[in-house]
């Protein structure tokens, strides 16, 4: 079976070394692929380059990317907007500032929804429920009336997830979801993006650089280091057998790797 | 500072009644001369008195209060709009249609503001009705007045493009003037509205300048700055200090402005 998602990469902010050299990476349907490495290795600029975002950043961006059969390097910004949020969805590091601050919830949600639909008011409303609903969160009147200061920093995240979700995109891209949460918050969210990817078979790159949330969800870890992934294995073979010295590196620094991942990578194969 | 501006309100409030109902104030209009009482003093009849023409003042001043009142806000509006339109534009398409937009904003304030005004006016056909020219006068201003304006929301829209949510809101398909209405200009209101406020006086201003040269509204229409052309025949003997009230009205009008648009920022 062809993979969702194949992708072969080089980007470079304005001239400078390369931020992404050469880096390839392949995403199944349904999987969940973990991404992980040090801060400043290029896991963000990879998340932006997917959905052709960096020339925002004035960067320069090379390769392919291949996705549901075509080549999304290949398509003009116009039809590459309609890819955006429809079929490849992004949830952001940090909720609060990911949200505009001057949109109520309901008002960010209807846009969202607005950007890739047509349709009556009652059928938005319900697939606002929906999402809000899938995302375990409160689809009341007065929740959709609040602004993003009046919510917790766990439904702010969850909000996100639910507009990312919106249009239940094929792919969903998470660049750090859980790095600004409390511990149980963490878990809870993990624990959302597992139900999802059951629930609506979407494939989820979870890039993080927590590795034990990313043991605990993932079927397949790369590990990314200076622009490449130098490893990228099953979570079980990753854990048990590391090959590349940077992935023996990230394990050793794991206090409780024997015990807490070893079981969730178990548990997981 | 509260009791300042109360006033301030109630002043600016008495003023717009008093010029919607001017018909009931003054015994006739603001163009009737009546050349027998040229420049008359204060009486019952015109509580103002007259100008050189015989005119009664009360009647012209609130007349023009209400050309600049009106016009005023609407040139407003214009060179807002046109701010926000220049602005997000550039911001929206970035590199360099964005470096090239904030050289000519540059270039436009770096113009001497009163000599523009005054070329751009004496281009414009002078001899047309004095409606008319009073539309065009005020709709120059607003039209050249953005400037400032586009500077400020330039420089609030590059910051909020660099945010979050407007990644996001990229990220999940929006885009164009679409990004800019939805996204960027809800985070940019506040300043917008303390930009509308401000630039009112400075047309009123601006405004009485060009009327002072003679390139702003046309006779009989009056206007603040025809009314203060007046005073350049005043003189300290036989003076008649009616003369003075559409100066201090003009000062008051522009204070009162300042006094409300100061709670404004404070609470933006």
């Known amino acids: 079976m062809t993979p969702l998602l194949a992708l072969n990469l080089s980007a470079s902010y304005g001239g400078k070394s390369p931020v992404l050299s050469g880096l390839s990476l392949e995403i199944g349907r349904g999987e969940i692929l973990g991404l992980v490495g040090e801060s400043g290795c290029g896991k963000s600029t990879l998340a932006l380059a997917i959905l052709r975002l960096l020339p925002v950043k004035n960067a320069y961006v090379e390769g392919s990317i291949e996705f549901n059969g075509r080549d999304l ?38 846009e969202a929804w607005r950007v890739h639909q047509r349709g009556t008011k009652d059928a938005r409303k319900r ?38 979700m919106l249009h239940h995109p094929a792919l969903l891209i998470c660049d750090e979801p859980t790095s600004s949460l409390d511990l149980v918050t963490q878990s809870d969210i993990v624990e959302l993006f597992r139900e999802l990817k059951t629930k609506l078979a979407t494939s989820i790159l979870f890039i993080s650089h927590d590795l034990l949330s ?49 079981k969730a990578a178990a548990a997981n194969s | 500072m509260k009791y300042a501006r109360t006033v301030a309100a109630l002043l600016l409030s008495t003023l717009v009644l008093a010029c919607v109902f001017r018909d009931q104030l003054t015994p006739v209009g603001y163009d009737h001369q009546d050349r027998n009482i040229p420049n008359a003093f204060r009486s019952r009849q015109h509580l103002l008195g007259t100008d050189a023409l015989g005119r009664d003042r009360l009647a012209r001043v609130l007349e023009g209060t209400r050309v600049s009142l009106v016009l005023a806000p609407s040139a407003a509006a214009i060179s807002t709009v046109l701010a926000i339109l220049i602005a997000g534009t550039a911001a929206l398409a970035g590199g360099w249609v964005e470096r090239l937009t ?22 414009l056909p002078l001899n047309v009705s004095p409606m008319t020219s009073a539309v065009i006068t005020f709709s120059v201003l607003g039209c050249l007045g953005w400037a400032g304006a586009a500077r400020l929301l330039s420089a609030q829209l590059s910051w909020l493009r660099s945010r979050d949510f ?7 398909g929006c885009g164009g003037f679409r990004l800019l209405r939805r996204h960027l200009l809800p985070n940019l209101m506040p300043l917008v509205y303390a930009q509308f406020w401000i630039s009112i006086p400075t047309f009123i201003l601006a405004e009485a300048n060009l009327g002072i ?3 702003g509204v046309s006779e009989p229409l009056p206007s603040w700055g025809s009314l203060l052309r007046e005073l350049d025949s005043f003189s300290v003997f036989g003076w008649n200090l009616w003369q003075l009230v559409p100066l201090a009205l003009l000062i008051a009008v522009v204070s009162c402005f300042h006094l409300l648009i100061s709670k404004g920022e404070i609470a933006a």
């Not at chain 1, 999402?131 to 909000?159: D, K, M, T, W």
Request: charged share 20%; glycine share 6%.
């Open chain 1, 73 to 110: 390097m290949l398509l003009s910004e116009g039809e590459m907007r309609r890819v955006r949020g429809k079929e490849i969805g992004l949830v952001l590091q940090s909720p609060m500032s990911a949200l505009n601050p001057a949109l109520r919830v309901g008002a960010q949600l209807e």
């Open chain 1, 127 to 164: 697939d606002l429920v929906s999402a809000l609903a899938n995302a375990r969160l409160p689809h009341a009147e007065e929740f959709f009336r609040r602004y993003p200061a009046q919510l917790s920093v766990g439904q702010a995240q969850r909000v996100l997830i639910a507009m990312a």
């Open chain 1, 214 to 262: 990313v043991a605990n969800l993932c079927q397949r870890i790369a590990v990314m280091k200076d622009g490449a992934i130098v490893e990228c294995r099953s979570t079980k073979d990753l854990f048990f057998d590391p090959q590349h010295p940077y992935t023996q590196q990230l394990l050793r620094a794991l206090p409780a790797v024997p015990r807490f991942a070893a």
């Open chain 2, 102 to 123: 904030a050289s000519g904003i540059d270039l436009f304030l770096s113009l001497p503001w009163l000599f523009l005004l005054v070329t751009v006016r004496a281009l």
């Open chain 2, 166 to 172: 407007i990644l996001l809101a990229r990220a999940s």
């Open chain 2, 213 to 215: 040269l003679g390139l």
